[in-house]
């Protein structure tokens, strides 16, 4: 069974379009990440849910929204996509308190044309 | 503000040849370091990670660092490479105030040579 999922894999839209991006993990962790990769590999954090609160929100645009219906789900909507919101997106989740480790999905690739 | 540097942004090595990746990072308190691989259009997997005790770390697929306090630096090592070691290779530094967020180095891409 896949630790970490995400769905979908690819995801090509038009600017100005609303999509969404889902996230699973089946590890019984209690904090969910999303990170962003963008065409140059560089990655950076842009939200992390633990027990239902959002404990880090980077500059990120509020265009963006993680919403978690539980402890094993973190989506990500974003909202009015722009050119540049085109990039990798993983989700990761960890058990905050143990061993550090955060386990990554397989990644979503988001094309903005 | 963290940060952590990978000093080579491109490493090829033939095959059966020692490697080592550089990664410095720039926290002066509690230190938790990882390592992160990412194989082609794939996610990151953990190679290792320094929480406390041996500096020594040894991870899976014969990889190893040594955590270095006085100079801030966390290497990577494998002994011999082989052509599955290609990869995208992430060096990574976890603030523990309550946050838990990984700052990422820039990577580096190893490029393993038959």
């Known amino acids: 069974d896949t630790a970490v999922s995400q769905t979908p894999k690819y995801l090509v839209t038009q600017m100005g379009n609303d999509k969404s991006i889902k996230c699973e993990q089946n590890?019984?962790?209690?904090?969910m990440y999303w990170y962003k990769q963008d065409s140059k590999k560089f990655l950076k954090i842009m939200f992390s849910?633990?027990?239902?609160?959002?404990?880090i929100n980077e500059t990120v645009p509020n265009r963006f929204s993680p919403k978690s219906p539980d402890k094993a789900h973190l989506n990500l909507h974003i909202n009015s996509l722009e050119l540049g919101d085109s990039a990798v997106y993983f989700c990761?989740?960890?058990?905050?308190?143990?061993?550090?480790?955060?386990?990554f999905g397989p990644g979503t690739r988001l094309t903005v044309l | 503000a963290q940060s952590v540097t990978q000093l080579d942004s491109q490493v090829p090595v033939f095959e059966e040849a020692p490697v080592e990746l550089r990664c410095n990072y720039s926290?002066?308190?509690?230190?938790?370091l990882f390592w992160y691989v990412q194989y082609p259009n794939q996610g990151l997997q953990l190679l290792l990670k320094?929480?406390?005790?041996?500096?020594l770390v040894k991870g899976i697929n014969g990889f190893e660092a040594e955590f270095n306090k006085s100079q801030t630096s966390f290497h990577l090592r494998k002994p011999s490479v082989h052509i599955s070691d290609t990869a995208e290779y992430f060096c990574?530094?976890?603030?523990?105030?309550?946050?838990?967020?990984?700052?990422f180095g820039k990577g580096t891409k190893l490029s393993v040579i038959p």
């Open positions: 990761a989740s960890s058990h905050a308190l143990v061993n550090y480790e955060q386990f």
């Open positions: 590890l019984g962790h209690d904090t």
């Open positions: 849910y633990n027990n239902k609160e959002l404990i």
């Open positions: 926290s002066s308190v509690s230190v938790y």
């Open positions: 320094y929480l406390s005790g041996s500096t």
């Open positions: 990574a530094e976890l603030s523990g105030a309550g946050s838990y967020q990984l700052t």
